[in-house]
């Protein structure tokens, strides 16, 4: 059977993002080595290092979940659940993914706000005075994504209700 556009259109985003997280926890690592390198064998230590980690930590977090979402790599409790009729469980289902999407949602919509507000603070990072608005921006994107994501989980839990 062909895979919708919607899905494939997400499925390609979110493993996109997955790489760019992925690519930033190598930097992440990379850097804390070095970092560490420099400060115990030639008493320098990397200025900088933990305003770039922090902001690392956040595109980390935040790009690795439509792709997590998508592959059912969150945790899930099933044992009550199974127990259920699948029409209680189809109801179930919809419901929970249905609250995901509204959350998701509104983190999107505060996420933009925070964005915002830190721009027309000129809140940056301590040493580097990196910006975070650009970071919080891109949050804004990938819980977008995310909400695209558990679109389409929600979406083949109803066409695979249909084929039964």
């Given at each position: ?31 804390t080595?070095?970092d ?39 945790v ?60 919080v ?28």
């Amino acid at each position: 059977m062909k895979t919708p556009f919607f899905e494939k259109t997400v499925t390609r985003l979110s493993s996109g993002f997955n790489i760019l997280a992925s690519a930033s926890l190598f930097a992440m690592i990379l850097l804390t080595c070095l970092d560490v390198f420099m400060r115990y064998f030639f008493n320098r230590p990397l200025a900088g290092t933990y305003d770039v980690v922090s902001l690392m930590g956040a595109i980390i977090a935040a790009f690795a979940m439509p792709y997590t979402m998508l592959e059912k790599g969150h945790v899930a409790v099933e044992l009550l659940i199974m127990r259920l009729s699948r029409t209680k469980q189809l109801v179930f289902e919809t419901a929970t993914h249905t609250a995901g999407i509204v959350l998701f949602l509104v983190v999107c919509w505060q996420c933009i706000i925070l964005a915002i507000d830190m721009k027309a603070a000129g809140e940056v990072t301590p040493t580097l005075l990196l910006p975070f608005y650009p970071i919080v921006y891109c949050m804004a994107v990938c819980f977008l994504v995310l909400c695209l994501a558990i679109l389409v989980n929600l979406l083949n839990i109803w066409l695979k209700r249909g084929k039964e």
